[in-house]
């Protein structure tokens, strides 16, 4: 079963625009995580965020994270086309003495040259 | 040091056929996750090691799935009597400590006829 849910699921836009990706999801977390897969490649992890964080940046990247309303969202400024990727939320739960990311069906950016 | 690596990178069987999928995790590392990603999906939890001990195996699929992990290093995920619904990219990543990032390999594409 997947937890996060990506929105939107499909993103085009021009180079140099913001692309601004959501995530939800609905259990408590330790901590969510911004991975990027481009097509029939692995996935590249981008950012984590704690559960007691409300605001992370790296780069051109900025997450945010809202426990209250079980949302997350990624923005990513002056896009390139080297962006293009599909970009997915990963909800990292503690369960039993397991740990494990949770992924949603994430969302596909496609920034325009 | 080097990243995760998966071998095989594609893998073709016969239904029927057994397979066994390898990964090297990063050096250190003490958690090892298995992920298996449909097309167009995010990654499904499989299994989770901490050192030697699986400590999680609750997203195993069903009892053809098996997953080892001897020396705290290596492991192996193997699938018995493969099926067509089998297809899948399976991804391996590893992480330090719990609630870190994980660093996913460049999977193993397994597609079963």
């Known amino acids: 079963s997947q937890q996060g849910e990506e929105d939107p699921q499909a993103l085009s836009i021009q180079e140099g625009e913001n692309a601004t990706m959501n995530c939800s999801y609905k259990?408590?977390?330790?901590?969510l995580q911004w991975y990027r897969q481009n097509s029939g490649r692995g996935l590249v992890h981008l950012i984590l965020?704690?559960?007691?964080?409300r605001e992370k940046h790296s780069g051109r990247l900025r997450v945010t994270l809202d426990t209250s309303k079980k949302s997350s969202s990624l923005l990513i400024t002056a896009s390139r086309a080297a962006d293009t990727a599909s970009y997915f939320c990963?909800?990292?739960?503690?369960?039993?003495?397991?740990?494990?990311?949770?992924f949603g069906k994430g969302t596909k950016l496609t920034v325009n040259p | 040091g080097a990243g995760v690596s998966q071998s095989p990178r594609y893998k073709v069987a016969k239904r029927g056929q057994d397979v066994a999928l390898r990964c090297d995790p990063i050096?250190?590392?003490?958690?090892l996750f298995w992920y298996q990603q449909a097309l167009g999906q995010g990654p499904e939890f499989l299994t989770y090691?901490?050192?030697?001990?699986?400590?999680?195996k609750s997203g195993l699929p069903s009892d053809r799935f098996f997953a080892e992990r001897p020396e705290g290093s290596v492991s192996t995920l193997k699938i018995q009597r493969t099926q067509q619904e089998d297809s899948a990219v399976y991804l391996c990543?590893?992480?330090?400590?719990?609630?870190?990032?994980?660093?996913f390999g460049p999977g193993t594409r397994l597609t079963v006829l």
């Open positions: 965020i704690r559960s007691n964080e």
């Open positions: 050096s250190g590392h003490v958690s």
């Open positions: 990543a590893s992480s330090l400590f719990r609630h870190n990032e994980q660093f």
């Open positions: 990963a909800t990292g739960l503690t369960q039993g003495g397991s740990e494990k990311l949770v």
């Open positions: 259990t408590s977390i330790n901590n």
């Open positions: 090691f901490q050192n030697e001990a699986q400590l999680d």
